[in-house]
Each structure stands twice: as structure tokens, then as C-alpha cells.
Nanobody, 123 residues
């Protein structure tokens, strides 16, 4: 499966942004799709994940209540809606996928990756 992330940009603190992850080459019906982010000089961290069949959602604590991950089965797309952004949310955001129904938070557990999309938050 090939993934392509888009939607990044510059936003003021407190603003909102929605990222998109488009999948091709394979339906996502048997995959878990996740968003990770990586700030300069830091590790690539888990942000959120969604299972395909039950649409169960998982979030890292720092984004709970502010970010929402969702999917569109018909379009084979996954989205990350981000609200109340802070400078701490600034990073390159990546979408990733792994087969199966067990979600994971380590990047090494996801074999499929899209290119990153930059999110910049001005204070």
C-alpha cells in the first residue's frame, strides 16, 4: 500500500488544521492507520491511530480532546483534524499503516509510510 500525506501548513496558535492521508495500491480494509509526528531533533512519536473495521480510535495523551482521527472507507482516506494547536504541535506529520487489528505506538511496527507534511504553529 502506498500512502500520501497532505494538508500541512502554517497556522497560528489556537488554530486548526486537517491533515489527509490518501492510500493507493490496496484497500485499507485490513489495516490500522496511524499518524506520527517528528519535531526537529526529536524521536518520531505516535499521535493517533484508527482501525478500519470498527473505527476504534487511539490517541496519545497530549492530543486527546484536540485531535480527531477519522476515515472515509469509500475514498480510502484517513484524516487528522487538529484543533487548539500549540507550538508544541509543530512537527512533520506522517501517516503510516500496518496490517491486522492490533494497534501499536512504535514507528517500527508500521511498515508502510507516507511522506511527511509539515505543520508549523506560530505563537
Amino acid at each position: 500500500v502506498q500512502l500520501q500525506a497532505s494538508g500541512g501548513g502554517l497556522v497560528q496558535a489556537g488554530g486548526s488544521l486537517t491533515l489527509s492521508c490518501a492510500a493507493s495500491g490496496h484497500t485499507l480494509s485490513s489495516y490500522i492507520v496511524a499518524w506520527f509526528r517528528q519535531a526537529p531533533g526529536k524521536e518520531r512519536d505516535f499521535v493517533a491511530a484508527i482501525t478500519w473495521k470498527r473505527a476504534a480510535r487511539y490517541y496519545t495523551n497530549s492530543v486527546k480532546g484536540r485531535f480527531t482521527i477519522s476515515r472515509d472507507n469509500a475514498k480510502n482516506m484517513v484524516y487528522l483534524q487538529m484543533k487548539s494547536l500549540t507550538p508544541d504541535d509543530a512537527a512533520v506529520y506522517y501517516c503510516a499503516a500496518r496490517e491486522g487489528s492490533l494497534w501499536r505506538t512504535l514507528q517500527y511496527d508500521y511498515p508502510y509510510w507516507g511522506q511527511g507534511t509539515q505543520v508549523t504553529v506560530s505563537s
